[in-house]
């Protein structure tokens, strides 16, 4: 990889290091190749003019639905990777629950064999923890692990057989993987398509409650506690499951927490009226939830941010809300929405954000922790926190465009992201613009 690329004058943000400053930054090579306050560029180098910009370790996503295998007309592992990459992502975590889930060598094998022919970035594959995501008979999480599955989930379905789920920590202990959990009561959820609350009730569709995400929080908690095994609780979205996860960790519990940035940006009450660009799981919560969320991610009680990025077909979205899929995407917009909502706002400092991308991710998942290093791969992203943006998924890379942020005027953006030493995104009406001095 003869590559060379020398970024001049950013502001180098490295939590993993804890390096925040001015630098210049070579790559070559697929390495980044130099570091120092002032390097002269050489014939070789593409020069970006970084002055102003935040140069990170390239972010992670711990929490990405690719549908590759058998529902590529919603999402493959080309335009998945290359929307990651368009948000400023050099990793994604895949989920399990494909056509057919990961629940087998042989499935793992074809992934792992897709992703080394298609995938432009890194991505690391999660196996289901039971057979078929049927919550009864476990997978070979062994075998499964040895194979490089980063982490076990039957995302989309929650363990309702606690007795399972206690035999299922305790194999997922012995492959030193975390399960990850999508906590929600089946049977207090059924039905329903929005949060269970006054607004919503007057649409006339049937709501879901707070209480079916934190029932199952609770009851999981218990199980942790019996086993003491590492549990991860993916887009959390109520008060009371951030207080029963502090508590859980007050214990002493080795338990940890994502949330997503449209839980972060959203409440019921941003909901359009029946546009099921609005309908995920969890649902969008009240306000006072919202703020827990942001108080949980200070506080440490939330440990990182994930997208859940859900992509669907046209058809299967603009349909009668009851009916319509569920989920929405987000890696495009997921670090604009967060600087907003968390940066801009003051609620926490860029340093605090970019780990809750990077260094986070990567600690709850076991993986190298992605810093900016002599020596070390060149997984970067570029960012200029004061880019003005609007958003259009029909432009964007991924092929479904089932956003509630579509039309939304964004401010920060990830306009150059490198993987492994290449150029993988640009935003190159951005760098001419700025190159030009306009």
């Known amino acids: 990889m003869n590559e060379s690329i020398l970024f001049k004058g950013a502001t180098v943000i490295d939590p993993t290091s804890g390096f925040e400053g001015q630098q210049d930054v070579r790559v070559k090579d697929g390495i980044v190749a130099a570091m120092h306050a002032n390097l002269t560029a050489d014939e070789a180098d593409t020069v970006i003019a970084a002055r102003g910009l935040w140069l990170t370790p390239g972010l992670i996503d711990m929490h990405t639905h690719l549908r590759d295998l058998g529902q590529k007309d919603k999402e493959d592992l080309e335009s998945g990777t290359k929307a990651a990459a368009a948000g400023g992502f050099t990793t994604v975590v895949a989920m399990a629950n494909t056509d057919p889930p990961v629940d087998n060598s042989s499935t793992l094998a074809v992934l792992l064999a897709r992703i080394q022919e298609r995938a432009v970035i890194e991505v690391l594959p999660i196996a289901s923890v039971t057979k ?26 929650c363990i309702a057989n606690l007795a399972v789920l206690r035999r299922a920590l305790e194999y997922a202990r012995l492959t030193g993987r975390r399960i990850i959990s999508h906590a929600e009561d089946k049977d207090l959820s059924v039905g329903g398509s929005l949060q269970e609350c006054c607004g919503t009730s007057s649409y006339g569709i049937k709501g879901i409650p707070s209480a079916s995400e934190t029932a199952a929080v609770a009851r999981e908690i218990e199980i942790v506690r019996l086993t003491n095994a590492p549990y991860h609780f993916t887009h959390i979205s109520c008060a009371a499951s951030v207080q029963l996860i502090d508590r859980a960790k007050q214990d002493g519990l080795p338990i940890t927490a994502d949330v997503t940035p449209h839980h972060l940006a959203l409440s019921v009450d941003d909901i359009e009226p029946f546009d099921s660009n609005y309908k995920m799981k969890p649902p969008l919560r009240l306000q006072s939830d919202q703020a827990a969320l942001v ?28 009916d319509a899929a569920v989920g929405v995407i987000g890696l495009e917009t997921a670090f604009s929405i967060c600087y907003e909502k968390l940066v801009a706002s003051g609620a926490l400092k860029p340093s605090h954000l970019v780990e809750l991308f990077t260094t986070k991710p990567a600690q709850i998942l076991s993986l190298p922790l992605p810093t900016l290093k002599v020596g070390l791969p060149a997984n970067i992203t570029l960012i200029d926190p004061g880019h003005r943006w609007a958003y259009d998924p029909r432009s964007g890379a991924s092929k479904s465009h089932n956003s509630p942020f579509a039309g939304r005027l964004m401010t920060g953006k990830a306009i150059l992201t490198v993987f492994r030493g290449k150029i993988v995104y640009r935003d190159d009406t951005y760098l001419s613009s700025r190159n030009n001095g306009a």
């Open 132 to 157: 078929g995501l049927q919550g009864a008979e476990l997978t070979n999480m062994v075998e499964l692990s040895d194979m490089g599955a980063v982490a076990f989930s039957d995302d989309g379905m």
């Open 295 to 322: 108080a949980g991610l200070k506080d440490g009680t939330i440990d990182a941010i994930a997208t859940d990025h859900a992509p669907h077909t046209r058809m299967e979205k603009e349909t009668v809300l009851e």
